[in-house]
């Protein structure tokens, strides 16, 4: 896929994962290392600061944390836009988020280390569920819900493959980017059969209905507290007949410790609020409603990381 190979091309070292996806354990980090997807906007973090703040003692940063109010500095983004969790992020990828992930997960060379960064960790994570959906059999003809669809990284391999996509996103301007994207990239000339286009919808996860055999949802739970995780793995679940893929940034003390030095950098725009998910507490969930894991993977850079996982009926 030209995705793909236009990463590689950026960097030469860009790893290539077996075809089935295991259990795996954890690496073993030293700081500074990974920081969950769009945890604070870390994209706008000058990597120096990173370094410098990683030399220093966990005592150290421990006192410097203890000064930072994430909670009130996102409370106060929540009454600008007059709503809740959800209503900041609708506003931050409509507008300044928009602008920066757009960017990130382009081809544009107008990144820095670390959007580079997390722009190769994300085609991991959207390289890996491929190889996750197509090594039992081809997807030709099955119908699959890309539930935060982005800008189309996963929904146009997915047309590719043969699929019969619906991707959906709360962020009308990634819709909108996502179909642009995919009418240029799925065209044909020569004859050839072009790929179905993906059906694509403005919607928040919530409002998602129907029936597919598969539901994909990648790096999207970081938006939702463990609470209300539950039931949206419960509701994607009842979407799904026969698969359902999630990806989310794992909730450990280390990995917690990182978030809170994103959180130390909120940069120049206003970044959205971040959950990390325990794997056993997404077990459990899929478990109440009747599912099981099937698959796992662990996917990490330097300034990335994910769980994934691949979820079937008990």
Known sequence: MAYFSSLSSINPTFPHFP??????????????????????????????????????????????????????????????????DKDVVREY??????????????????????????????AQTVENTIKMLTEEAPLKGVTVCDAGC??????????????????????????AEAERKAREELSVSNGDIAPVLPKFEVKDL???????????CLDVLIHYPQNKADGMIAHLASLAENR????FAP????????????????????????????EADVEQALKKVGWKIRKRGFITTQFYFAKLIEAVPA
Do not use: C
Not at 109 to 116: A, F, I
């Open 206 to 216: 919530e409002s998602l209905d129907g029936k597919y055999d598969t539901v994909v």
């Open 19 to 84: 075809a089935k996806i295991t259990t795996t354990k954890p690496k073993t980090f030293k700081p500074p290392s990974a920081i969950p997807p769009t945890a604070t906007d870390i994209s706008s973090i000058n990597p120096a600061s990173l370094a410098a703040i990683g030399g220093g003692s966990v005592a150290a940063l421990a006192a410097v944390l203890s000064f930072t109010d994430p909670e009130r500095r996102r409370k106060l983004q929540a009454e600008e836009v007059g709503g809740g």
């Open 93 to 122: 990828f409509n507008n300044t988020g928009y602008q920066r992930w757009r960017k990130i997960y382009g081809e544009t060379d107008d990144v820095n280390r670390v959007q580079l960064d997390i722009r190769i960790g994300h």
């Open 150 to 175: 982005g800008t189309g990284s996963l929904s146009i391999p997915l047309a590719k493959e043969g699929a019969i996509v619906y991707s959906s996103d709360i962020s009308a301007a990634m819709v």
């Open 244 to 247: 359902l893929v999630l990806s």
């Open 251 to 278: 909730n450990t003390l280390y990995f917690s410790l990182l978030k809170r030095i994103g959180e130390l950098f909120p940069g120049p725009s206003k970044a959205t609020r971040a959950y990390l998910h325990a």
